[in-house]
Nanobody, 123 residues
């Protein structure tokens, strides 16, 4: 079972940028799709973005399309989430996840989750 560790969260002001990283250990993620999710305070966890095994295909939730970019470096077993033009409503715990498929498949949940990293955006 691959372990995922997120980092890069913190307290920023509205309009700032952050890049989150997710490092995998205990196995390779190069054959699998990866995703980012978030859970705002008092709300359920929500999907943000996925990237296929090669990095050639990405998919975003409408709420972050155009502001967030998911990418990966398979040589480093790492996935990234670049977040620009952050808003107070982006405040949440951000989670990295690994799928058991090479590409995003609607309705298929991730098989592994990280512990999350807190992002707080002040107005």
């Amino acid at each position: 079972q691959v372990q995922l560790v997120e980092s890069g969260g913190g307290l920023v002001q509205a309009g700032d940028s952050l890049r989150l990283s997710c490092v995998a250990s205990g196995g390779t993620i190069r054959s699998y799709a990866m995703g980012w999710f978030r859970q705002p305070p008092g709300k359920e966890r929500e999907f943000l973005a996925t990237i296929n095994y090669s990095g050639g295909t990405t998919y975003y939730a409408d709420s972050v399309k155009g502001r967030f970019t998911i990418s990966r470096d398979n040589a480093k077993n790492t996935v990234y989430l670049q977040m620009n033009s952050l808003k107070p409503e982006d405040t949440a715990v951000y989670y990295c996840a690994a799928y058991s498929t090479s590409t995003r498949v609607a309705g298929v949940a991730p098989r592994s989750w990280g512990q999350g990293t807190q992002v707080t955006v002040s107005s």
